[in-house]
């Protein structure tokens, strides 16, 4: 059995109740002896929790106003550094005793079985008949739009069971989100700068139905859901320019009588259209600090490839049609170009906007 005297246990907290004190009492009990609670803002009548968790040996960390599960974590996570040099990692859980304490230590376990420092998440079996049909389908349906967009193959995106040893810590607090969305990112950053994502089973607890968790689906969601909809967002504009430009101009060079009128309206479009697409992507969407030069270098192969691979589907496909047919061309080129969408989302996001190996390291 591993040491958890070497392991920060950390527990973000919004308005507890009692069960607070039993998640306490239950991973001392398996061993933990160094506890944090992170106290998100909650309101008054709720500190006496804290107080009483302090009176059990847990250190105590306050937000004077709810600032999100995110910042909580990082709150967690600069206080470990300041004050944890020596110990092995952190365990972050939840405060409403759904995370069971053989469960945490399986996992903290899992987290020394690695040769390399990973990030352990305790998955949980979404079709056990105790979930709710509501978190049942929310986790099902983001963990196949992240595997499909993304290439991230984790089967409980939101777990707030995660092991981190102290390795990787630091890169932690690098990572965007102040809210539910900060666990998301925190998957897709690992993916990004090669960070094994290890999973462990783990049991599946529901209390009330879920229904005193602090998500809330419509905004939360939006936030989780975020690099998609800001990539959705970016590729729709910059289709819209390129589809509108590629229109006009294939209409006039067919006209002028251009032998090479699909080509020529293909690259002049797809040329304007990828400055916009390039500088927002990388300023908005996935948010890269990597130099200028090599990320505009990898983008504009990226977009010489999409270029030919556009130019060449819509050529071929047009040939049944009639090499002068524009409206058969614009509808199969508004095909050809949304398969084309879901491919650059994967290789921009696993390779164009990729970290610099000096900046992983």
């Not at 968790?53 to 004077?64: D, E, K, N, P």
């Not at 409403?96 to 899992?110: E, G, N, S, W």
């Not at 496909?317 to 084309?340: E, R």
């Amino acid at each position: 059995m591993a040491d958890y005297s070497k392991i920060l246990v950390v527990i973000p907290s919004l308005d507890p109740d009692e069960r607070l004190l039993k998640v306490i009492k239950g991973v001392q009990d398996a061993g933990f002896s160094d506890i944090l609670l992170v106290d998100d803002g909650s309101a008054d009548k709720n500190q006496h929790f804290f107080d009483e968790g302090a009176a059990l040996g847990c250190a105590v960390l306050h937000h004077g106003v709810n600032k999100g599960k995110g910042r909580a974590l990082k709150t967690a996570f600069e206080w470990y550094l300041k004050n944890r040099q020596d110990s092995d990692g952190a365990v972050t859980i939840d405060g409403d005793a759904q995370h069971l304490p053989h469960d945490i230590a399986a996992c903290v376990d899992k987290m020394y079985q690695q040769a390399q420092d990973s990030l352990i998440l305790g998955v949980r079996d979404f079709d056990e008949p105790q979930v709710p049909p509501k978190s049942r389908f929310g986790n099902k349906l983001t963990s196949t739009v992240f595997r499909l967009f993304c290439g991230l193959k984790v089967s409980d995106t939101q777990t707030g069971l995660r092991v981190f040893p102290a390795g990787i810590i630091p890169k932690m607090l690098e990572i965007s989100g102040e809210r539910f969305e900060y666990e998301t990112n925190m998957l897709l950053v690992c993916k990004q700068v090669s960070i094994p994502i290890v999973e462990q089973r783990i049991d599946t607890v529901y209390i009330d139905a879920n229904e005193t968790t602090h998500f809330h689906p419509i905004k939360d969601s939006l936030r989780v859901y975020g690099i998609i909809i800001k990539f959705f967002i970016s590729s729709f504009l910059s289709f819209l320019i390129d589809y509108v430009l590629y229109n006009i101009f294939n209409v006039i060079f067919t006209k002028a009588g251009f032998r090479w009128h699909l080509f020529g309206a293909t690259v002049i479009a797809r040329t304007i259209s990828s400055v916009f697409n390039f500088t927002f992507n990388k300023k908005a969407v996935f948010r890269s600090d990597a130099p200028l030069g090599i990320t505009m270098a990898r983008y504009y192969i990226l977009w010489g490839c999409q270029l030919l691979a556009s130019y060449g589907l819509v050529a071929l496909l047009s040939l049944p049609f009639g090499k002068d047919n524009t409206a058969a061309q614009a509808v199969i080129k508004l095909i050809v170009d949304i398969f084309l969408y879901f491919v650059s989302f994967r290789v921009q996001q696993a390779w164009v906007f990729k970290p610099a190996d000096n900046e992983k390291k």
